[in-house]
């Protein structure tokens, strides 16, 4: 059973950096692709940042771009999201999530991610 546990979230002012972590029990996440997703209340959930299992490819949503971060620490079987100047807009729960497949191609599609955590709350505040 692979169970994915985001950490790092709070409430913050807008500006500065925050650094979400997601950690797994269950699996090795070096040969999988992750995500980073976040749904803010009243809205759809949707795709903040993606990295590759090698962690060479990135991709990110417009909205994030140039201000969040997505790496992994392939040795200490972790993922982060450098979250850097907030928005107000920011404030949602964050979720990360790995494809059931080693070896995938990065992608944004969160239908293609299998395992999700529970998520951890992000409130920014202006």
């Known amino acids: 059973q692979v169970q994915l546990v985001e950490s790092g979230g709070g409430f913050v002012q807008a500006g500065g950096s925050l650094r979400l972590s997601c950690g797994a029990s269950?699996?090795?996440?070096?040969?999988?692709?992750m995500g980073w997703f976040r749904q803010a209340p009243g809205k759809e959930r949707e795709f903040v940042a993606a990295?590759?299992?090698?962690?060479?490819?990135?991709y990110y949503a417009d909205s994030v771009k140039g201000r969040f971060t997505i790496s992994r620490d392939n040795v200490k079987n972790m993922v982060y999201l450098e979250m850097n100047s907030r928005k107000p807009e920011d404030t949602a729960v964050y979720y990360c999530?790995?494809?059931?497949?080693?070896?995938?191609?990065?992608?944004?599609?969160?239908?293609?991610?299998?395992?999700w955590g529970m998520g951890t709350q992000v409130t920014v505040s202006s």
């Open positions: 269950g699996r090795t996440l070096s040969s999988y692709t």
């Open positions: 990295i590759s299992w090698r962690g060479g490819s990135t």
């Open positions: 999530a790995a494809p059931r497949d080693q070896y995938t191609l990065v992608t944004i599609l969160q239908r293609r991610y299998d395992y």
